[in-house]
């Protein structure tokens, strides 16, 4: 064999590996889409397997295309009730669609979550200690010795500390109840 025989061979050996090469990568890109694909398809909501209409919400939030939107979860409570939030709803499949009772009436799943969902997080906002702690510290301003400070509700005196008096204040015994006086001399 001679030089430019093997030169030629190891060339197109090479050309062999990296075609190979080439191929495993764009497999390996497609394996990474797929799982990727997968993770995101991952049930959040597990139904009931004889609740036909547990299996139905569970199909719509597990297909649902932007799971970032959907902050509040439906919770089941029995066959067809469900806690959204802080709202008890009813729940009822008609014609392949998941209706649900608000007031008199049905709503679609789609406009009941376009309507409540906001709602619902506003409650949550609302009710989150920290937030609203946080909030009262940042806006809270209390006026000592004619200057302004700021601090923290632990941190400001009571608002009755000024206007308390010892001396005005009567001792427990020299003060009467009103129920004392219902009862009338020697009761």
Not at 49 to 61: F, N, Q, T
Not at 164 to 173: C, G, M, T, Y
Request: with cysteine; hydrophobic share 35%.
């Amino acid at each position: 064999m001679t030089m430019e025989e093997k030169v030629y061979k190891s060339n197109k050996i090479s050309l062999e590996l990296l075609k190979q090469l080439k191929d495993a990568e764009m497999e390996i890109s497609q394996l990474q889409q797929y799982i990727v694909d997968l993770k995101q398809r991952i049930a959040v909501y597990i139904p009931i397997k004889e609740d036909v209409v547990d299996k139905k919400l569970a199909e719509y939030i597990n297909n649902y295309p932007d799971r970032s939107k959907l902050k509040i979860m439906f919770m089941r409570e029995s066959e067809g009730v469900y806690q959204f939030g802080s709202k008890r709803v009813a729940v009822k499949v008609e014609k392949d669609n998941i209706k649900i009772r608000v007031g008199g009436g049905y709503l679609s799943i789609d406009e009941f979550l376009d309507q409540y969902t906001p709602q619902e997080l506003e409650k949550l906002e609302r009710k989150d200690p920290l937030k609203r702690f946080s909030e009262k510290v940042a806006v809270q301003k209390t006026i000592v010795n004619n200057g302004v400070r700021e601090g923290s509700p632990e941190e400001a005196p009571p608002h009755w500390a000024e206007e308390w008096d010892p001396q005005l204040e009567s001792r427990p015994s020299e003060q009467a109840s009103p129920c004392d006086a219902s009862l009338g001399p020697g009761q």
